[in-house]
Nanobody, 117 residues
């Protein structure tokens, strides 16, 4: 059974930094995409940053220049370095993986990030 586990969330002041960590295990299929999404109450989950197995990264416009995604293919981990955090970055951040075949997506349980003004 695939498990996706996040860690690293917490409370930080505006302008500060946090790093989120995610590790996947138990996948019988090769993982293609790993990345991060976030969700606030009453809103849909939105993409933050993802990286493919080929090393291609995609960022949401609202984090470009502030967040950096990095991935260890060999260990099925993905990190999100978040700098210059803003109160509007406050959300539950979810790690997700997507395997090649079958094309399945698995989510972690989420980790809360709170940015105080």
């Amino acid at each position: 059974q695939v498990q996706v586990v996040e860690s690293g969330g917490g409370l930080v002041q505006s302008g500060g930094s946090l790093t989120l960590f995610c590790a996947a295990s138990g996948s019988a299929s090769v993982i293609d995409v790993m990345g991060w999404y976030r969700q606030t109450p009453g809103n849909q989950r939105e993409l933050v940053a993802i990286m493919s197995s080929a090393g291609t990264s995609t960022y949401a416009d609202f984090v470009k220049g502030r967040f950096t995604i990095s991935r260890d293919i060999a260990h099925d981990t993905v990190d999100l370095q978040m700098n210059r955090l803003k109160p509007e970055d406050t959300a539950v951040y979810y790690c997700a993986i997507e395997t090649f075949s079958p094309r399945l997506q698995t989510w972690g349980q989420g980790t809360q990030v709170t940015v105080s003004s």
